[in-house]
């Protein structure tokens, strides 16, 4: 049984579905899932698959904790003992001795990867057989990383994408043997000398994440407004470039790719759950022409507004 991961957070829960697999929630279950297999009581994989902004931080690991992440989708948020941020995207690959502080944060609001949790103090104990016969070292992976910021952090390798995706197939499965090796296999590709130089991360101070910030929540305050990067860098006195490249890094993405997104979405949403005239909807997403409007729509969900409409219609019947 897990020994170590528990639901002491009373923003989450713990389902465990046998002796070494269990999958943690938001107590709203449509905020996603950590999927966790325990392969030994020092080794635990997680598939993480978050749908909001924040998820809580489980407070229950050792002192000592070395934790892989690898970004698949979507984007998190990391605040540094150094007091910057840096920002993971897809591709990323993170090994970092610290948690977030209070919440884990996700600026899109979603989030895929996979999470290996290993504890250090539990291995010098009772090493785990499968790495000492493969030769795998996590002391020695520790300090041939030379942590910055207590983080290392590889930008995308076709080796290790090629790798994570294996093991990411595996998620509704049983496979923990596949599971196991698969793990090996990363850890050993993370061992080799041309992942052991840090990446280059782009650092943010806590102002410039602010700006960006404060940015998405006016863009999204009124979906109908039709603000310019210009009107937006005057209100916090940067420039449009500076304006521009703090919301990417945040965001992954320029302002009117984010801004065409979210209009997008409270379309569909209200597409489906209201009887709005479709007209109506185009002007309240900020398109005064509904033509364009059905343009940009069938460029992001491949129908026509109507066609949308009458399919999750149907669906509700069925």
Known sequence: MFSVIKSNNPKTQIEYIGPNQ??????????????????????????NRIFTSLWPVSNGFPTRTLLLNYCIDGRCEMYLDSGKFCFVAPGNLFIGTQQARSDYKYPTEHYEGIELIFHLDMLDIEPYPLFQELGIDL????????????????????????????????????????????????????SKPEYQKNGNIRYLAPSQVRIAKETCAILCSDLKANYTAKELALRF?????????????????????????????????????????IADISIQVGYENPSKFAVVFKKQFGVTPLEYRRSKRLDDFE
Not at 30 to 47: A, C, K, W, Y
Not at 146 to 175: G, P
């Open 22 to 47: 269990a999958v943690m929630i938001l107590r709203n279950k449509e905020s996603g899932s950590l999927t966790m297999f325990q392969f030994f009581p020092s080794v635990i994989l997680s598939f």
């Open 139 to 190: 002391k020695s992976l520790y300090e041939s990383l030379k942590l910055k910021d207590n983080l290392y952090f590889a930008e995308e390798s076709f080796d290790l994408h090629a790798i994570v995706f294996e093991l990411w197939a595996l998620r509704n499965s049983q496979d923990i043997n596949g599971m196991k090796l698969l793990v090996a296999k990363l850890l050993l590709a993370v």
């Open 237 to 277: 006195q940067v420039s449009e470039t500076t304006l521009k490249n703090y919301f990417r890094c945040v965001y992954g993405e320029n302002i009117s790719a984010y801004v065409r997104k979210k209009r997008m979405k409270q379309a569909a949403e209200l597409l489906q759950t209201t009887d709005t005239p």
